[in-house]
Every structure is written in C-alpha cells, then in structure tokens.
C-alpha cells in the first residue's frame, strides 16, 4: 500500500522556519521524482519544489517564488523528502502536500497545513 506521511507544518511568525518532512512507503522511492506542492484557499495547487531520482542526479528545481528561500533534499535511505522553509512569508501561507511521481505513478500525500502569521 502506497503511502506518502507529511509532517511539520504548523504556526510560524514571518521570517521564520520550519522544516516538513515526507515519509514513504509502499514504492520504491529512490526512483521516484519527489515535488512539494502548495494550495492556498481559492487558488490553484502550486509545484513548490521538485528532486529528480537518485538515477537522475537528484536535481531541484523551485518555484521562482521560493527561489532562495526553500531546499528540497531526499534521504533515499529513509524514503524521505524534505523541504527547508527560510524567510518564510504571509504569502506560503499553505496546505502543503507531498507527491511521488514515476511514469504514469502518480502518489500525493494529504497534505501539512503552513500558516505564517504574526
């Protein structure tokens, strides 16, 4: 049974951290491309920031919104992902969720809600 675990969201004041974490299980992670994504209230689901598979280097790619300000890194030994969240803004205020994707595979976890307010 696929499973994709977000944890680490929470209340944060603006200019603060946090760090979510993503825990696989029931795929073979390491050849998965692993993406964050976002949804705030009335907009649409964002692609945050993404890591190819281990086989492809484990490159990230990021929103230009969080360009600077966010790292994506993967623990191929403990099927997980993770997201470093600096500086953050009002605006990442968010349900953030993770995904699995490999060829026609496509898993999403429910999601970690990230509020950033004072």
């Known amino acids: 049974q696929v499973q994709l675990v977000e944890s680490g969201g929470g209340l944060v004041q603006p200019g603060g951290s946090l760090r979510l974490s993503c825990a696989a299980s029931g795929f073979t992670f390491s050849r998965y491309y692993m993406n964050w994504y976002r949804q705030a209230p009335g907009k649409e689901r964002e692609l945050v920031a993404s890591?190819?598979?281990?086989?492809?280097?484990?490159?990230?790619n990021y929103a230009d919104s969080v360009k600077g300000r966010f790292t994506i890194s993967r623990d191929n030994t403990k099927n997980t992902v993770y997201l470093q969240m600096n500086s953050l803004k009002p605006e990442d205020t968010a349900v953030y969720l993770c995904?699995?994707?490999?060829?026609?595979?496509?898993?999403w976890g429910q999601g970690t809600q990230v509020t950033v307010s004072s």
């Open positions: 995904n699995a994707r490999r060829g026609q595979y496509d898993y």
């Open positions: 890591i190819t598979s281990a086989s492809a280097g484990g490159s990230t």
